[in-house]
């Protein structure tokens, strides 16, 4: 399975950005009906989980550090997952990663994931 991520840049705080994590060809087909999660890893930091969403694209959970800020979403049709980031704080400086759940449900846990992407940097400056 091949995820690609993107959508990273360096902004300022309070600044907002989006995420896409694509699954193309044949490798959407083999996600649709898995759950889907954001983690992020800063320097000297473990991966931490960010956000997961439902195979459907209902249910969403959030880590309590980007709730309120943050929203995930999904376009089945399109193979591709968002992460719409608002209120950028520098805190929220790292590599984002996106990952396929083995579930058809999304979940905050690493070892749920079998499929990670590359990874895209996200720097915010105060």
């Known amino acids: 399975v091949q995820l690609q991520a993107s959508g990273g840049g360096l902004v300022q705080a309070g600044d907002s950005l989006r995420l896409s994590c694509a699954a193309p060809?044949?490798?959407?087909?083999?996600?649709?009906?898995?759950?889907l999660g954001w983690f992020r890893q800063s320097p000297g930091k473990e991966r931490e989980f960010v956000a997961s969403v439902d195979w459907r694209g209902g249910n969403k959970n959030y880590a309590n550090s980007v709730k309120g800020r943050f929203t995930v979403s999904r376009d089945n049709a399109k193979n591709t997952m968002y992460l719409q980031m608002n209120s950028l704080e520098p805190e929220d400086t790292a590599v984002y990663y996106c990952a396929v759940s083995r579930r058809a449900t999304g979940s905050s846990h690493r070892e749920d994931y079998n499929y990670w992407g590359q990874g895209t940097q996200v720097t915010v400056s105060s």
């Open positions: 060809g044949r490798s959407g087909r083999l996600v649709s009906n898995n759950g």
